[in-house]
T-cell receptor, first 115, second 111 residues
Framework: DAGVIQSPRHEVTEMGQEVTLRCKPISGHDYLFWYRQTMMRGLELLIYFNNNVPIDDSGMPEDRFSAKMPNASFSTLKIQPSEPRDSAVYFC?????????????FGPGTRLTVL | AQRVTQPEKLLSVFKGAPVELKCNYSYSGSPELFWYVQYSRQRLQLLLRHISRESIKGFTADLNKGETSFHLKKPFAQEEDSAMYYCALRLYGGATNKLIFGTGTLLAVQP
């Protein structure tokens, strides 16, 4: 398995533009997580899904952020409109069912810069 | 509330010196704890988990329930150990299955 795949790896955009980040989890993993990493706040959980259903979106910073998981192999995180303070590295991760003692596997991240 | 605390943002040691990265947690249930490592501009990788009681790359971590700690240790640091280290607490039950991360400690091993 190629692991968790994210695209794009780098994104530079201007304030006010819409940004869409993409994630493909590891096949067979029921859970998918979106994180944001910044120097100031470290690693923050934004939202996670179980079997394509959002379980906890309490970490989503505001209405400008939205996430979807239309099927088991694809998820998107959208920011509209983007702002400079959204600049960060966004990680996607996936894991097996909760009963498993396995842990989360992370993608390579998308480095977002909003000018 | 569940919380993971890593009190040091930066830990700088010389090559060959012992290393201890501190992690304390707050959780009323039976904890399941992990250490993740992130090398420069790479993805987070699992380093070790307390239930495995293993040693990875010379690192060990012991769960101390009395002190609610899960410190990461290595007797002799190597330059290639320089990275960001995150301690994490797993919460699960029902559909809940998530990790609570600490803010991370940057380990810098000087030659």
């Amino acid at each position: 398995d190629a692991g968790v795949i994210q695209s794009p790896r780098h994104e530079v955009t201007e304030m006010g533009q819409e940004v869409t980040l993409r994630c493909k989890p590891i096949s067979g993993h029921d859970y998918l997580f979106w994180y944001r990493q910044t120097m100031m706040r470290g690693l923050e959980l934004l939202i996670y899904f179980n079997n394509n259903v959002p379980i906890d979106d309490s970490g989503m910073p505001e209405d400008r952020f939205s996430a979807k998981m239309p099927n088991a192999s694809f998820s998107t995180l959208k920011i509209q409109p983007s702002e400079p303070r959204d600049s960060a590295v966004y990680f996607c991760a996936s894991s097996r069912p909760a009963a498993s003692t396995d842990t989360q596997y992370f993608g390579p991240g998308t480095r977002l810069t909003v000018l | 509330a569940q919380r993971v605390t890593q009190p040091e943002k930066l830990l700088s040691v010389f090559k060959g010196a012992p290393v201890e990265l501190k992690c304390n947690y707050s959780y009323s249930g039976s904890p399941e704890l992990f250490w993740y490592v992130q090398y420069s501009r790479q993805r987070l990788q699992l380093l070790l988990r307390h239930i495995s009681r293993e040693s990875i790359k010379g690192f060990t971590a012991d769960l101390n329930k009395g002190e609610t700690s899960f410190h990461l240790k290595k007797p002799f640091a190597q330059e290639e150990d320089s990275a960001m280290y995150y301690c994490a607490l797993r919460l699960y039950g029902g559909a809940t299955n998530k990790l609570i991360f600490g803010t991370g400690t940057l380990l810098a091993v000087q030659p």
